[in-house]
């Protein structure tokens, strides 16, 4: 495969995703989503509309009624293990050290703990967690424990991440900063993400792309991608501030009716 | 209105301590001025005089109570734990299981010591098997739902980072579990020398149970109640002893009991 085809294929895929809870109530009908390599994308939608639920089924969580998830081409539906996925509460294990919560996936997938630990401590400063290795979990802060999720996830060591709403549990100071930084990184780390957010605010400022969810599973009218806002990022610095900034966010308001 | 501030250590452990030798001191009264007679209830420093004169007598006896109590309380944790674990595996066990245990448990001790008494002897074994079934509940219940606290969450997140059903029982599940676990712990420990007393009662040769069947038969009151303390203290031990390995095998709780005060 050529270098220049190789762009072609997305880092992630979802083609034709139906989705159900319990197998006869459809939740999510026909979603496609692609994430390019290196790209950030959002997925955008009211509460209840089934953004988790896709989220678990790229994850590999729950098998799709019908469609396919690619992960760099190769198909991976129903497997989970491929791509890492963060979620909304940091979830850090509080029986566990910081390095050792950190530490986990590589654990888990047979490293022996020092060698965990020795591959994960020059980390802990990029991620601004220096001094915090052989704290507990109840001794950090709000955003400091999400870093520290964070971490973890990257540790995951798949180059595709999905996050659900990891800053919604923040207060908005914290988060602002948490979500500046966690771009950043991820430009750095050339990672490729899909995040789940229900904040419009939020996915304008953080994506390149924002897949918008439309639909009430609940009175049984199944969600759908209602469409898909191209973010031009122009001025990095005050962006929010931008006319380019407000027309994605009216249209992303738009499409959410 | 202003919350009552914290208070002070010393005046925390001095007040039950005084309440405690005011009541002494009015049950010596009681019995001393004739208000109840002292055939029926001796007097707190006749107890201690007992207590101090069959002190190595009741220490014999304590070492098989305790024996007995020790052996039943880890046969009864090791049952409960597999119980528990079968419980949270199969769901077909738990639905199986768990009201035959909620029923198994308003058997009264009491009732079924002379029927245990009866199949095994005399010897150790009856207690032994009394103590079991009076500790194996708490410890199964606790863990169970212990197993169940456990966030879905962190489940799901195992799974996608491909952990076996083991590890996400050894990392996730079992730590939930601990404290539960340990409370659970603290009630069997307690259950684990009433359990033993009661079935030494009702038949063998030695232990404080067969003590206090003895210096009851000789209407010996002040040993019956040095009997008690003795036992009150056995399970007060055992109790701090729980909690010294709870406090060993959970550090993080301690940093959490920290952040909190902050």
């Known amino acids: 495969m050529g270098a220049g085809e190789k762009n072609v294929v997305p880092a992630l895929e979802a083609r034709d995703l139906t989705l159900s809870w319990d197998g006869e109530h459809i939740v999510v009908q026909g979603v496609s989503v692609d994430v390019a390599p290196g790209e950030v994308c959002c997925l955008v939608g009211r509460s209840g509309c089934g953004k988790t639920t896709i989220l678990h089924a790229l994850a590999g969580l729950t098998t799709p009624v019908s469609g396919r998830v690619l992960l760099h081409g190769e198909d991976v539906t129903g497997r989970p293990g491929r791509v890492s996925y963060m979620l909304q509460k940091d979830l850090l294990l509080p029986s566990r050290r910081i390095i050792d919560n950190v530490c986990l996936p590589l654990v888990l997938a047979g490293m022996k703990k020092t060698d965990a630990r020795a591959k994960a401590a020059p980390l802990f400063e990029r991620f601004g967690l220096a001094g915090c290795e052989r704290k507990w979990p109840s001794e950090l802060s709000g955003g400091m424990r999400q870093r520290a999720a964070f971490l973890r996830t990257y540790l995951m060591g798949a180059d595709v991440t999905l996050l659900d709403e990891p800053f919604s549990a923040l207060d908005a100071l914290t988060r602002t900063d948490v979500r500046r930084w966690f771009v950043g990184v991820a430009a750095e780390l050339g990672l490729s993400a899909l995040v789940i957010t229900h904040d419009v605010d939020e996915a304008v400022s953080m994506a390149s792309r924002i897949y918008v969810l439309a639909g009430a599973p609940a009175a049984g009218e199944p969600s759908h991608v209602a469409g898909i806002v191209p973010v031009e990022r122009v001025n990095s610095e005050h962006f929010e501030l931008t006319d380019e900034y407000l027309a994605a966010k009216r249209e992303v308001m738009a499409l959410l009716g | ?262």
């Open chain 2, 1 to 262: 209105m202003a919350s009552r501030p914290e208070p002070a250590r010393a005046r925390r452990v001095l007040t039950p301590l005084l309440t405690v030798a005011a009541l002494l001191a009015l049950w010596q009264a009681v019995v001393g001025v004739g208000i109840v007679p002292n055939f029926l209830l001796p007097t707190p420093v006749q107890v201690v005089q007992s207590l101090v004169e069959d002190a190595p007598l009741l220490a014999s006896h304590c070492v098989t109570t305790l024996a007995e109590a020790a052996a039943g309380l880890a046969a009864g944790v090791a049952l409960g734990f597999v119980f528990a674990v079968l419980m949270d595996r199969f769901e077909g066990f738990y639905l199986a299981f768990e009201p035959l245990m909620t029923i198994s448990q308003t058997i009264p001790t009491v009732a079924i010591a002379p029927l245990l008494v009866l199949w095994l002897g005399y010897g150790a074994l009856p207690k032994v098997v009394l103590v079991i079934i009076s500790t194996f509940f708490p410890i199964t219940v606790s863990l169970a739902s212990g197993f169940r606290s456990v966030d879905p969450d962190v489940i799901d997140l195992m799974r996608t980072m491909n952990a076996s059903r083991w590890q996400i029982f050894w990392y996730a599940k079992l730590p939930a579990a601990t404290e539960q676990f340990f409370s659970g712990l603290k009630i069997s420990a307690t259950y684990a020398i009433v359990g033993a007393v009661i079935a030494e009662w009702l038949g063998g040769n030695v232990g404080l149970g067969v003590y206090m069947t003895r210096v009851r038969k000789s209407f010996s009151y002040d040993r019956m109640f040095a009997s008690i303390i003795v036992i009150s203290a056995l399970s007060l031990a055992l109790m701090k002893l729980v909690e010294l390995a709870q406090r060993t095998c959970m550090p993080w709780k301690r940093a959490e009991r920290n952040s909190n005060e902050r």
